[in-house]
């Protein structure tokens, strides 16, 4: 199939908050034009990995083709690049926005405007891109359309008359959203003549054909047997197919300047076509590269540890096989003295850092033990030297330390006014420094707050939600490190420092942090052979104590013919239910223990 | 007791038959079982006998029995003709050896004088009395149908049989029931003079109708620690009457050990046949029996397998192929090393350690009071045995 006329391409991503239907807008839009036939449609197409579509969420940009006949009988070309809705994948959403020309901006006509849609319109309008607003859900009984949009007038200043009304569930306006995508986001630009430029905003790794990369072509033209070259890595490839996805993958003769779509062409090593990498012919190289993109930087970081040591080896080829195609993820191998060796993760969120472990599991079939998250403080030494630490464990001897400078976000936070005074408690209890207040359209507000990044990393999102009766939505990015009063906790089981359970915390907030994880240690820790003491420790001092009476009595009476055979069978069972337990000393640690801090109620 | 004797590789000399048939079933059995029927018993009969003979074909040469046990069920139930009959085509088939372990368990309410003599003469050189309490009320309690007085009864018919070693079972740990109960049981009962004696802790077993009471709240089992304090008083008391503990549950005056019993945890061979039989058995006599255990295997040196459990499909299933086995399984080194420590644990004799990692976990568990070593075994101290469940598990995280 040759290119389309680039007037008659569209490119375009679809900007929404978590679950106000964004999927299922895709979905419309992949039926009524043709993409895929209706008896074809497993719910939510776009969600390909297993993952996404158990969870309903989307966690890597898709790009798909549709066919678009309009009403005068031209046919367009409609690339719609999905993304990703929840704060840990912003990223992912920077690299789909910058392939495309427009954006169709879905709200729920229930819920209003949230603040990570907003952050999401704030970066495509930086873009330049032209936004659709679609006001969703309309056939629901509790439906505001009017108020909805009075609110995209008022805060992010589309016209409230442009916006299109429509339920993404019945199919109605569906046809609306698709006219008012060829009429109102411009077609690409790019002279299909000149050297190669082609940006790549996604790949994936695949077992038989090496690295699949998603391309925008900008500039030129991209066919079968090019040889190409990366303009970053400076690696040359020759091109062994090009096409698109419908949503399955279509080769075809070319992509021209304005089209998106993949390229496979025998690479192996991922590192050779970085994300955001330029493309260009290696005969007719282009003058320069394209404005790439930001790399992502992890907020969080955690420990993970394969259970039993010497699947070491494959857990690093599993991290290396997901870098392919989660670019966000970073690693290094470090060890501990209670789970051997593992390595030290990178991950842009909690969510995210769930969904690395939930791959590397299901997909690489390894039994993982995953630390809890810490954040990377920046430690300054008495002799000058200048130190990040992103495992407690290995914050220098206090008396080594001259300062401790914590991340701190600036943080947005979109809530329904009656909620406002629970918001502003949440933000207290958790350092959080006033910045700003401004009333919006319908009872909404928008609450500003530099927030340090330890202390919302887990649990935050929950209370923001549980606190406002869901109402509430958060957006926030990396600000400053500041110097603040921390300490390392330490915890002891059967006398022994498990460096795994280190935390470093507020002085303030030390002593009752220690007493709370003690106290669900002590839950999470079975009664073992012997009593365990469970101590919490600042510096040499013990700040709490628990303990885990030893176990009575397990002992069964009677152990005949039959019996040994279900007595085995049970051993085997415990010895593979045991798998999550880590031995340190003498005493077995489940795997929940480790992420401990993550089930603590917040005192 | 003898020493423990390395299993020989290839030729099993224990056997056990299981005889399923009850007046009824009691309340926390989940053994396989079958209530009534007495017109049944020699069809059944028949086909034990034919399993037997199924067995000793494959196994080409048998090597005599040392020991045959048949359980139940309520083996003394059947006519002690039926039994002699058993035994029989054992000794035609397999050859008992001189001196060798003839166990029969009964019920008392099946004991009389003459049954006793007709099994003496039918070659059984040892009863195991199901005496369960010397306490009427708890004997109702778990619906038996004989009292303390016909148990002693049976005790001194056995005797005057001159069945040459008798043990009794007796049960502890009866929900409802106080301690003293047993305690006077077990005192009764010494007061017989048996030369072995059983002392089960009663477990609400899975399927049981003991076990549905409990799950509904109806009865309630005492607390585990009480259990224990009956257990160790049962230790005590049996020791100074010249008992001593050999396995969790069995105490014997010198001498008096099952032999049969002791094969099962010192992991050695038997045959088995009857309705729910489980057997232990060589692969190379398996593979022989038309067990598809792959010849080269060489991790795989046993291979477990039982029989069916329903009467009717095991009936069928001897009718049909002339065994009744239902399922078998490969034991590799590995679950063979699970099941000798597992096994090996419960007894007072304790357990060789054969590894490094064994030997460091073992001290480790002794310097918590739970194992002591000597002559490179491993046994468990009171501490160790209260827990055993739980001492095995981690010397096998070894």
């Known amino acids: 199939m040759p290119a389309s006329p680039i007037e008659r391409v569209r490119n375009f991503s679809i900007i929404a908050h978590i679950d106000h239907g964004k999927s299922t807008l895709a979905d419309r839009l992949l039926e009524r034009t043709g993409s895929v ?11 390909s990995m297993d993952l996404e579509r158990e969870r309903g969420i989307t966690i890597k940009a898709q790009a798909v083709r549709l066919v678009h006949q309009a009403p005068d009988g031209t046919a367009y070309q409609l690339n719609l690049i999905d993304t990703p ?21 879905v709200v729920d006509a229930t819920q209003g405007i949230e603040a990570q849609t907003l952050a999401n319109v704030y970066k495509a309008l930086d873009l330049g891109l032209t936004l659709v607003p679609v006001i969703n859900k309309i056939d629901l009984p509790a439906a505001e359309p009017e108020r909805v949009r009075a609110a995209i007038e008022s805060v992010i200043g589309l016209p409230a008359e442009d916006c299109l009304l429509v339920s993404a569930r019945t199919g109605d306006g569906i046809d609306a959203v698709l006219a008012a995508v060829v009429a109102q986001i411009p077609a690409p630009r790019g002279d299909r003549a000149a050297p190669l430029r082609a940006l790549i905003f996604d790949s994936k790794y695949d077992a038989y ?332 001092r013990i700040v709490a104590r628990e303990t885990v009476p030893a176990l009575r009595k397990d002992v069964l009476a009677k152990c005949y013919g039959g019996d040994i055979t279900r007595k085995r069978k049970l051993l085997e069972k415990q010895r593979a239910g045991k798998q999550r337990m880590k031995r340190v000393g003498s005493v077995e640690i489940p795997q929940e223990a480790f992420m401990a801090v993550l089930s603590l109620d917040q005192g | 007791m003898s020493a423990p004797a390395a299993p020989n590789p290839e030729r099993p000399r224990a056997l056990y038959v299981h005889i399923p048939f009850c007046e009824q079933r009691c309340p926390y059995c989940d053994f396989a079982v079958h209530v009534g029927g007495a017109a049944r018993h020699r069809g059944y009969v028949a086909a034990v006998r034919a399993e037997l003979r199924w067995l000793a074909r494959a196994a080409v040469v048998p090597a005599p029995l040392d020991s045959v046990y048949l359980g139940g069920g309520t083996p003394s139930r059947l006519s002690p003709r039926l039994v002699a009959a058993i035994l029989g085509t054992a000794r035609a088939r397999f050859g008992v050896a001189p001196g060798a372990e003839v166990t029969l368990e009964a019920n008392p309410s099946d004991v009389t004088t003459r049954r006793a003599r007709a099994w003496v003469a039918a070659g059984v050189t040892r009863v195991s009395l199901g005496v369960q309490s010397l306490d009427d009320g708890v004997l109702r309690q778990l619906g038996r149908n004989h009292t303390a007085v016909q148990a002693l009864a049976a005790i001194r018919a056995l005797r005057g049989a001159a069945v040459p070693s008798l043990s009794c079972d007796l049960l502890y740990g009866i929900p409802g029931r106080p301690a003293v109960s047993f305690q006077a049981s077990l005192d009764r009962l010494l007061e017989a003079g048996p030369d072995h004696v059983s002392c089960y802790e009663l477990t609400p077993e899975r399927g049981t109708r003991l076990q549905r009471q409990v799950t509904l709240g109806l009865v309630r089992p005492p607390h585990p620690v009480a259990n224990l304090a009956q257990h160790w008083w049962a230790v005590e008391r049996l020791a100074a009457g010249g008992y001593q503990q050999y396995e969790v549950s069995n105490f014997a005056r010198p001498g008096q050990e099952s032999r049969h019993n002791l094969q099962y945890w010192r992991q050695g061979w038997y045959w088995a ?126």
């Not at chain 1, 036939?37 to 776009?46: F, G, K």
Request: glycine letters at 8%; a negative charge; proline letters at 4%.
């Open chain 2, 273 to 398: 046949v009857g309705s729910g039989a489980h057997g232990h058995l060589p692969a190379a006599i398996a593979r022989r029996l038309g067990v598809d255990v792959e010849a080269p295997e060489p991790g795989v040196r046993a291979v477990r397998w039982w029989n069916h459990r329903g009467t009717a499909r095991y009936l069928r299933a001897v009718d049909e192929t002339g065994s009744g086995w239902a399922g078998w399984e490969a034991v590799d080194a590995d679950q063979a090393e699970l099941e000798r420590v597992a096994c090996g644990l419960r007894l007072r004799e304790g357990v060789l350690l054969q590894t490094p990692a064994q030997r460091r976990m073992a001290r480790q568990l002794s310097r918590h009071g739970l194992l002591t070593m000597a002559g490179g075994r491993a046994r468990t101290t009171r501490r160790g045995e209260e827990l055993l469940e739980a001492v095995t598990r981690r010397l096998l995280a070894a």
């Open chain 1, 85 to 105: 809705g929840h704060v840990d994948f912003a990223y992912e959403v920077s690299r789909a926005l910058a392939a495309c020309e427009g954006a169709i901006l």
């Open chain 1, 209 to 540: 054909r090496g690295v699949m990369v998603y391309v925008r072509v900008m500039e030129g033209r991209l066919r079968a047997g090019t040889s190409i070259t990366m303009m970053a890595s400076r690696r040359t490839f020759t091109v062994d197919e090009v096409g698109f996805f419908r949503p399955q993958m279509t080769p075809t003769d070319e992509l021209a300047a304005g089209e998106v779509g993949y390229l496979v062409a025998a690479i192996r090593d991922v590192r050779a076509a970085r994300v955001g990498d330029t493309i260009t012919e290696a005969d007719r190289p282009a003058a320069a590269a394209l404005a790439g993109y930001r790399q992502a930087t992890p907020m969080v970081w955690a420990g993970i540890y394969p259970v039993e040591g010497d699947r070491y080896p494959d857990l690093r080829e599993a991290l290396e096989r997901l870098q392919l195609n989660d670019a966000a993820l970073t690693f290094e191998p470090e060890t501990s003295v209670a789970l051997g060796f593992g390595f030290r993760c990178g991950f842009l969120g909690l969510l995210h850092l769930d969904i690395v472990q939930e791959r590397l599991e299901r997909e690489f079939d390894l039994t993982l033990i995953t630390t809890a998250p810490s954040v990377a403080y920046r430690v300054t030494t008495r002799d000058g030297e200048v130190v990040i630490v992103d495992n407690p464990a290995h914050l220098p001897d206090p008396a080594a330390v001259e300062v401790i400078e914590e991340p701190r976000v600036r943080s947005e936070i979109m809530v329904p006014r009656e909620f406002l005074g629970n918001l502003m408690e949440l933000c207290q209890e958790r350092r959080g420094e006033f910045i700003h207040l401004e009333h919006q359209a319908g009872e909404r507000v928008l609450l500003r707050y530099d927030l340090p990044l330890g202390e919302i990393i887990h649990d935050f999102y929950d209370q923001l939600k549980s606190r406002s009766r869901g109402y509430a939505s958060l957006d926030y990015e990396l600000h400053e490190y500041r110097a603040a009063q921390l300490v390392k906790l330490d915890i002891l089981v059967a006398g022994t420092r498990v460096d795994a359970l280190s935390a470093i915390v507020h002085r303030e907030k030390a002593q009752a942090y220690g007493r709370r994880l003690v106290e669900r240690l002590r839950q999470l820790i079975p009664r073992q052979l012997f009593e365990v003491a469970i101590q919490a420790a600042i510096g040499g």
């Open chain 1, 37 to 47: 036939a209706a008896r074809d449609m497993a719910e939510q197409v776009l969600d």
